[in-house]
């Protein structure tokens, strides 16, 4: 049996401590769609001065089967400085029976090392154990201090779907004599709700009995379903920084004279590597030669250190070096065009496949990643520097249709990145396909990626050309490959294009019909399974917008003449539209297939009218072609 490592969730230690929790008690409500069930999240935090912030913690959670394991971990994440003390766990079994107990001593201390070879400050204390028998419960609960009040946590009911909750609890005790703000944001389909109560002073917010949320298709991300209540101090610390954010503008000039002057610092050999560039021409050219010089010459690797590992390496640090995170590779090109006398801002963003944005009017940190956004007569120029083979001016998947914190010397602005149309995340395919008697095809084909669609094929740009062959095969499994070859792909980093060229034979592609041969229109296409779902409870995304164009262009086999083709389709739907239409000549046949669909949040009501849709495109696709001998 598998170790495993628990994770504790925000809680007080001090109630229920005599309670066993017997899985017999857990509501069935609770246990329909869960892999686990928080019996109990209980956290207070006592905000004792603008530098010192207490938490204490206590969650209780049933796993109820081996998929659970990964969702009760006792964990607890710290920086150099923080007080770790009262550290307990006790595992009990399905009756509430003690199985075993554990103290600090217990616990294992490591590396926060989530992301690879990286350098950190962050480290993690964390419990080894396995499971026997199935359920079981982790009583979990610690008491952790440190200095650094600008991260007061949201308060939600569960991160992750197959996850249910029995009572939370969060309490603020704040001793400081600053503001606190706060802000519920209610789940805008009503999923569950949250409580509120201040008594003296002390805010206390509370779920009960939320069930779990069932892991179905093109589900939206939970915290996109759940309420939350976010938190800040008007006044704060970071790692003896302290700051202002009772704004967007005070915040925005604490960060830009706290976190980045210290490290806006050019060289003379950063000002010789700029003039060695001899730029000329527009600023669109400038930056783009600057932007593909960097890419050339770093690469990623992640670095938490600098206050509260918030802000950058130096920059002669990443030219020395060659590498550095996204703060450190967006300050040092920042530089680089400071040199140039190009000005640009630092942007920090929400990075996730599906979107989330700054609520303009809750200030408070946040963000996991950095880009780069230069302002233009024509417009925004934006630079992701994280990657060595993205195209100039590209944002991926996740990073657009979303909003920034663009920071600047007079704070900070809320700017939207770009939001990409189905026609610019396009996918096109070229094929010229022989059919043989035997069944078998051989062809070649013509392959093009843009927008988000281009971000998917830039995994090929890593590959040696056996793995691209092999990538290839994979992704198409919808085909019975004997052999492919991928040839002549190209990352067009100016025009954010890949593009390649296939050659290809496939078995069993025909059926045969006494003299004849029948065959499916469209030979390449995305075989996703669609179920219809009476029963959906919550809404359906579609996370990206895309439009593909096809042509297949059918050879015969000598002696053969098109029997049958079906009759051209058009469909349209609110959720996009599909076309295929047949052309016969002496050669054989011409198919021309596009399909277009729309990204967006749909009502659960309409889940099944989706399914309809993409069950259709999915049946055309397949529509056979019938061939004759002569």
């Known amino acids: 049996m598998m170790k495993m490592f628990f994770l504790g969730a925000l809680s007080t230690a001090s109630l229920y401590f005599a309670q066993t929790y017997p899985a017999s008690a857990i509501p069935e409500n609770l246990k329909k769609n869960a892999n686990v069930v928080v019996r109990k999240d209980f956290t207070t935090i006592n905000i004792n001065k603008i530098d010192e912030v207490k938490y204490q913690i206590n969650t209780v959670t049933t796993v109820l089967n081996k998929d659970g394991n990964s969702k009760a971990i006792a964990y607890i994440p710290y920086e150099k400085g923080d007080h770790i003390s009262d550290i307990k766990a006790t595992v009990y079994d399905e009756q509430g029976k003690k199985v075993k107990s554990f103290s600090k001593s217990d616990f ?15 480290r993690v204390l964390a419990l080894s154990y396995t499971p026997t028998q199935y359920p079981y419960t ?52 009503n999923y569950t709700s949250v409580t509120e109560s201040d008594n003296a002073g002390e805010k206390t917010f509370s779920y009960k009995n939320v069930p779990a949320i069932v892991d179905a298709l093109m589900l939206p991300k939970p915290v996109k379903i759940l309420p939350k209540v976010s938190f800040a101090l008007t006044k704060f610390n970071l790692e003896g920084k302290q700051g202002n954010v009772s704004s967007w503008k005070d ?36 930056v783009k030669k600057i932007y593909q010089h960097m890419q050339a010459k770093t690469r990623y690797i992640f670095v938490a250190l600098g ?52 609520d303009p009017e809750f200030p408070k940190m946040g963000g996991n990643h950095v880009i780069l956004m230069v302002p233009t007569d024509k417009g925004s120029i934006w630079l992701e520097n994280t990657s060595q083979q993205m195209a100039f001016n590209h944002l991926s998947y996740s990073t657009t249709d979303r909003n920034v914190l663009s920071v600047t010397k007079n704070g ?21 396909i022989k059919l043989n008697e035997d069944n078998s095809i051989n062809g ?50 100016d025009k954010a294009v890949s ?92 198919v021309t297939r596009s399909i277009k669909v729309n990204k967006g949040i749909f009502p659960k009501e309409k889940y099944n009218d989706y399914v309809s849709f993409r069950k259709k495109t999915l049946n055309n696709d397949n529509s056979k072609i019938l061939i004759t001998k002569i």
Request: proline share 4%; with cysteine.
């Open 251 to 286: 915040f925005g000039s604490w960060y830009y004279n706290s976190i980045l002057q210290p490290v806006s610092v050019s060289t003379p050999a950063i000002k010789a590597e700029v003039a060695a560039l001899n730029l000329q021409g527009t600023t669109e050219e400038k």
């Open 444 to 493: 070649d084909g013509k392959f093009a990626y843009t927008g988000s669609q281009y971000d998917y094929s830039l995994g090929f740009a890593y590959m040696s050309p056996k793995e691209k062959n092999d990538a290839f095969k994979d992704r198409i499994d919808i085909l019975n490959f004997e052999k492919v070859e991928m040839k002549n792909y190209t990352n067009d980093r």
């Open 138 to 189: 982790i009583d979990f609960s610690y008491q952790i201090t440190n200095e650094n009040t600008v991260f007061i946590p949201d308060f939600v009911p569960f991160s992750s779907t197959n996850t249910s909750l029995e009572d939370a609890q969060f309490k603020i005790i704040n001793k400081s004599g600053i503001e606190l703000k706060t802000k519920t944001y209610p789940s805008k389909y």
């Open 412 to 432: 900070i602005d809320i700017i939207e990145t770009p939001s990409y149309k189905a026609e610019q995340n396009k996918e096109s395919q070229k094929l010229n």
């Open 108 to 122: 294992g201390d490591f590396a926060n090392n989530t992301q690879g070879v990286f350098y950190s400050n962050s």
């Open 499 to 590: 593009n390649f060229d296939i050659d290809f034979k496939a078995n069993n592609y025909s059926k045969s019909m006494g003299s004849s041969l029948m065959f499916r229109a469209v030979p390449i296409y995305a075989n996703n399974f669609y179920k219809s779902d009476e029963s959906r409870e919550l809404p359906f995304e579609i996370r990206q917008s895309f439009n593909d164009e096809y042509e297949i262009n059918y050879a015969l086999p000598k002696n053969y003449k098109v029997d049958e083709v079906p009759e051209d389709v058009m469909i349209n739907s609110e959720f996009g539209t599909y076309k295929l239409s047949f052309v016969k000549n002496d050669e054989g046949v011409k």
């Open 307 to 358: 206050i509260g590992g918030w802000q950058p390496m130096l920059p002669d640090e990443v030219q020395k070096k060659g590498y550095g995170d996204c703060k450190g590779l967006t300050n040092y090109m920042k530089t680089l065009l400071d040199e140039a006398g190009i000005p640009s801002n630092y942007c920090v963003i929400n990075s996730n496949a599906s979107e989330v944005s700054f």
